[in-house]
């Protein structure tokens, strides 16, 4: 609200909805919700970097990033 600007073209709308869909699904299954509703309940817990760090895959060849997935 209050601002006018652009965003860069990032590609088709069907592989962007389809990336935000898969980290929609992602997001529900990390909490446990079932649905809209049981998501909207759910609390995240703040974790140190080490912890961030310690999530990601780690101790592996990674062959491909995921478009979405960063280190």
Excluded: W
């Excluded at 699904?25 to 974790?47: E, H, N, P, T």
């Amino acid at each position: 609200e209050g601002i006018e600007g652009r965003v860069a073209y990032k590609g088709f709308l069907r592989e962007v909805v389809h990336q935000f869909t898969g980290g929609l699904r992602a997001g529900m299954g990390y909490c446990g919700a079932k649905d809209i509703g049981s998501l909207k309940q759910a609390i995240f817990v703040k974790i140190t970097n080490a912890g961030m760090r310690e999530s990601h895959a780690h101790d592996i060849e990674i062959t491909r990033e995921a478009p979405n997935y960063s280190r």
